[in-house]
């Protein structure tokens, strides 16, 4: 599988019950379209060749991840050898975007800067909280990890082509 064609939206973490119902860490700010009912993902897993494609029955939120009922699998035995996986779709799928929104893989990665010019890290991960997202920044310094929320206030400038977020640095970032 070329990962340049796909794009990650969840990780099946665990089994839930005997029904074949899975919990899906989720890797997406659409988590209401990628696992809607009907929805076709491939799971891509060391113990497959090629991707298994799947199809969603049905979905429900459930703390930080997300219950996913397949089509394909009748009870935990057909999904317990897939934990672990990764759901991804084909990349021509993506969800249309607004002016200003960014996908989570064209953040990841990005080397972060302060307006001062000063280097910061490297995002290395984004947390969807309630009240805002948050990325997490790995120092260039190897310290600890760097929370930046996503807010105006301190996000300045996102240009994923040159890979590189400017934010404004405010006490308590450390």
């Given amino acids: ?50 991707p298994l494609p799947l199809t969603v029955e049905k979905s429900r939120p459930h703390k930080r991840v997300v219950i996913v009922k397949f089509r394909e699998w009748d009870n935990i035995n057909q999904a317990e050898p897939y934990k672990g996986g990764k759901l991804v779709v ?12 960014f996908y989570f893989h064209e953040i990841i990665g990005c080397r972060v800067v302060t307006t001062e010019g000063r280097n910061i890290g490297t995002v290395r ?27 105006d206030d301190v996000v300045k400038e996102v240009d994923p082509e040159s890979k590189q977020v400017v934010i404004q640095w405010m006490e308590g970032l450390a």
């Fill in 90 to 101: 084909e990349r021509t799928d993506a969800v249309d975007l607004e002016e200003g929104e």
């Fill in 1 to 50: 599988m070329n990962e340049q064609e796909h794009l990650l939206v969840g990780q099946v973490v665990t089994t839930h019950g005997i029904r074949g119902e899975v919990r899906v860490y989720p890797h997406t700010d659409f988590p209401e379209v990628r696992f809607a009912r009907g929805s076709r993902l491939l799971l891509t897993h060391p113990d497959l060749k090629e």
């Fill in 125 to 151: 991960e984004i947390l969807q909280l309630p009240a805002n997202d948050v990325w997490v920044v790995a120092p260039s310094d190897g310290g600890k990890d760097i929370l930046i929320p996503y807010i």
